[in-house]
């Protein structure tokens, strides 16, 4: 398996490099900066890069747009993104990917078994997110969420909106009367602050935004 390595602390990379090549890994190169490994890729065509998102010469996602890079112009090289920070939103592109990937916190790297066994999954196609990353995302998403205004039936409501159901049939569907479901409606509206207009298209921007947010 041939590794290319980015990352500007000298110390740390000569060790991974250590630790990678004593577990049977071909470190093929090292590099200090993006522009560095972007060369150094073409010119060995690893199977792995391991990159540190905070480069030279600014120190914040130089290591990430490079990994972009490399996802975009070499899909099936895989990537394990090392990083003292979680970047939830500059990693999710990334992430999105699906195979072949990898986003760990340096800080809670604690097994070396551990770490190279990830790697090792890593290169055979999975993906690994380390936990913090995760907690992170599920929370930016609930604080992103549009529908955390609405209680559980009235999510109910707009999901039956969502079928294109009028009042009356959503009514029969939960066993409560038109009245009540006027009511949903007119708090749903007012809860995810859509423009006061015409009440039908009010209703059409609600059951986008539920479809948005899905």
């Known amino acids: 398996m041939r590794v290319l390595l980015a990352d500007d602390d000298v110390l740390l990379r000569e060790g991974l490099a250590s630790l990678l090549e004593r577990s049977g890994f071909e470190v093929v190169g090292q590099a200090g900066d ?53 970047e939830v939103e500059h990693a999710m592109e990334l992430l999105a990917s699906g195979q072949r990937i990898g986003y760990l916190l ?3 790297i604690t097994d070396v078994e551990d770490f190279i066994e990830t790697v090792e999954r890593i290169a055979k196609g999975g993906s690994v997110v380390d936990p913090a990353l995760v907690r992170e995302l599920v929370n930016a998403r609930k604080r992103n969420d549009p529908l955390a205004v609405l209680s559980d039936r009235e999510r109910e409501v707009l999901a039956l909106m969502a079928e294109g159901r009028s009042n009356a049939g959503i009514a ?21 602050k859509l423009p006061e207009a015409d009440e039908d298209h009010r209703r059409v921007l609600a059951v986008v935004t539920f479809l948005d947010a899905r």
């Open 106 to 108: 340096k800080s809670r």
């Open 172 to 192: 029969r569907r939960l066993w409560v009367t038109e009245g009540t479901v006027e009511k949903h409606v007119r708090h749903i509206l007012a809860k995810l």
């Open 34 to 86: 993006a522009a560095a490994l972007l060369a150094l890729l073409r010119e060995q065509a690893p199977d792995l890069v391991v990159v540190d998102i905070r480069m030279p010469p600014t120190h914040t996602t130089e290591g990430l747009d490079a990994a972009r890079e490399i996802r975009a112009a070499f899909p099936d090289v895989a990537i394990l993104v090392l990083s003292a920070h979680v």
